[in-house]
């Protein structure tokens, strides 16, 4: 039986955040500093990507939607930079969980900017997110990590806006916008990077992050678009907020506090109960409308 469009984008996101999970692990296995980990994960994921758009016509997307492709490309080049700046500024626990308002600026982008009305679980579940969120900031030491929370806050922003953006055109290639967004992270970035001074341990997890699990996971939660609304894809994000706690504390022994714990185990707990209702309401409309299946 062919799956609906919305059980194909619910697969894709919930993959794609999955890769991107391991994002603050790999960032802190490489062991250097900001911005070579940012000149190097952009100018990789440009190689990789730019090959692969350099077959068939997905160059086509950049002659017909130049401008959105343009801003689309550089909202992914910012939301990368901070991240790995925020990162580097902050335990990973705290900025995966900033991240986790994303929905909020993607709810209020696409209602501002395409009119889109949010659904009430949609709103229910994001307000009771926040407040899994909010008990991450009653750990110790949070405020010393003021302007790492400041990255990962922007890194939310950019996210949100990027989702609303795909949403609107959803016409635009994200394997192109993505490779343009490494690219444009990577020049900002080599005038303070080194990225020549680095050993061969550390250059493989950079190579791990920008060839495989940032092409991947970004190419898969962009592509997610066509098929939810950007609140509900941005939603997602929060499934960071618990496994990319989970990864450093489990391998590198970074430990969270156990409000980070509690605020993580409410935030994927509201996301199955969530997806769930997402996915039987389109089962229902699919019985009532059987002939919009796979649309």
């Excluded at 619910?10 to 062991?31: C, E």
């Excluded at 890194?155 to 016409?171: D, V």
């Excluded at 020549?196 to 898969?220: C, F, I, K, N």
């Amino acid at each position: 039986m062919q799956s609906n469009s919305y059980q194909r984008g619910l697969a894709m996101v919930i993959l794609g955040v999955v890769f991107l999970s391991f994002d603050g692990l790999l960032i802190r296995l490489a062991n250097t500093d900001g911005w070579t980990i940012v000149f190097w994960r952009g100018f990789l994921m440009f190689c990789v990507l730019g090959v692969l758009c350099c077959v068939g016509s997905r160059l086509g997307t950049l002659r017909s939607h130049p401008f959105s492709s343009l801003a689309s490309a550089l909202l992914l080049g910012l939301m990368s930079s901070l991240f790995v700046l925020a990162v580097m500024n902050a335990n990973v626990a705290n900025v995966v969980v900033i991240l986790s308002t994303a929905p909020l600026f993607a709810a209020l982008f696409s209602r501002v900017f395409l009119h889109e009305k949010v659904p009430l679980r949609t709103l229910l579940a994001i307000a009771v997110c926040m407040l899994g969120m909010g008990l991450v900031f009653l750990g110790e030491g949070a405020m010393g990590m003021l302007v790492g929370n400041l990255y990962a806050l922007t890194a939310a922003a950019a996210i949100g806006g990027n989702l609303t953006l795909l949403r609107r055109y959803p016409a635009i290639d994200p394997m192109t916008v993505i490779a343009g967004g490494g690219l444009l992270s990577a020049a900002i970035a080599l005038p303070m990077a080194s990225p020549l001074a680095l050993d061969a341990e550390r250059y493989g997890v950079l190579a791990l992050m920008g060839l495989v699990q940032m092409p991947l996971a970004t190419v898969l939660i962009n592509s997610a678009t066509r098929y939810l609304p950007s609140t509900e894809v941005a939603l997602f994000y929060l499934v960071e907020t618990a496994l990319g706690t989970l990864w450093v504390w489990w391998l590198l022994g970074e430990t969270p506090t156990a409000s980070t714990l509690l605020g993580g185990i409410i935030v994927i707990t509201v996301l199955v109960l969530h997806a769930w209702m997402g996915l039987h309401r389109e089962r229902q409309r699919l019985r009532i409308y059987p002939g919009f299946a796979g649309k």
